[in-house]
């Protein structure tokens, strides 16, 4: 006979109904089986977000602006995705804590990782860049955690969601590519004109390691609003 595990987790970020447990057994598809409508729609965020990468990647190789331009409007489908995931939970009245985790998996894939690529791929990619970039990863991945631990305590409303963000959500991060979308369409971008504001170089000889596009700062002070404790996002 299967042994039947179970695990459960005090906090819920989708309402006031119970999430359910998850029943950890000897099948080969126990995962599967604690799948809920939610946590498939939760999935296509990663999957969005990953296309993102690859698409990137493509561009790098090929230098197809199609790749681009698809790299670019993935993180926008992987949003709606991880809008409607709530909503069909809701719905269905049916969450998990699986979901719970996958939600903030999909989020870092999409709205962490793929931007930060993004702007390696228009020109973001002095050693610095990559050490910014890397923090702005790094940064969204801590946040992300501090919410999933953090989530019981912020104030609720009556609907049982969290009245506000502890600094800036990480999907936020789609301001940055829509940034990054308008420099592709203008022609700012490695290749062409080149990203604006030009490089500075803080040690060492031009085109060295010292060497950083002033626009980085941008994506560092994105990183530290989204760890930061004092700054209260409300929740729409």
Not at 30 to 57: E, Q, Y
Not at 99 to 104: A, H, I, K, T, V
Not at 161 to 182: D, N, T
Request: glycine letters at 8%; aromatic letters at 12%.
């Amino acid at each position: 006979m299967n042994q039947r595990k179970t695990y459960t987790k005090p906090s819920n970020e989708h309402g006031p109904d119970a999430l359910h447990q998850y029943q950890d057994t000897d099948g080969h598809f126990s995962l599967v089986r604690n799948f809920r409508l939610a946590d498939l729609v939760t999935i296509m965020n990663g999957v969005c977000g990953s296309f993102s990468i690859f698409s990137s990647a493509n561009y790098l190789l090929s230098n197809d602006r199609d790749y681009l331009w698809s790299a670019l409007a993935f993180p926008l489908a992987g949003l709606l995705f991880d809008f409607f995931d709530g909503k069909v939970a809701r719905w269905r009245k049916s969450s998990s804590l699986v979901g719970q985790e996958l939600d903030s998996l999909a989020d870092l894939i999409s709205f962490g990782v793929a931007p930060a690529l993004l702007a390696f791929t228009v020109g973001l990619r002095t050693y610095l860049d990559t050490v910014v970039l890397t923090g702005f990863i790094c940064c969204g991945l801590a946040r992300l955690a501090r919410f999933n631990a953090t989530v019981a305590l912020v104030p609720k409303d009556e609907a049982g969601k969290a009245k506000y963000f502890e600094g800036l959500p990480i999907p936020s991060s789609l301001a940055l590519v829509a940034i990054l979308s308008y420099w592709t369409k203008m022609g700012w971008i490695e290749g062409e004109e080149g990203i604006p504001l030009g490089t500075m170089t803080l040690w060492g000889p031009p085109k060295g390691k010292g060497e950083i596009h002033l626009v980085s700062v941008i994506f560092g002070c994105w990183a530290a609003a989204m760890v930061s404790k004092t700054l209260r996002v409300p929740k729409i």
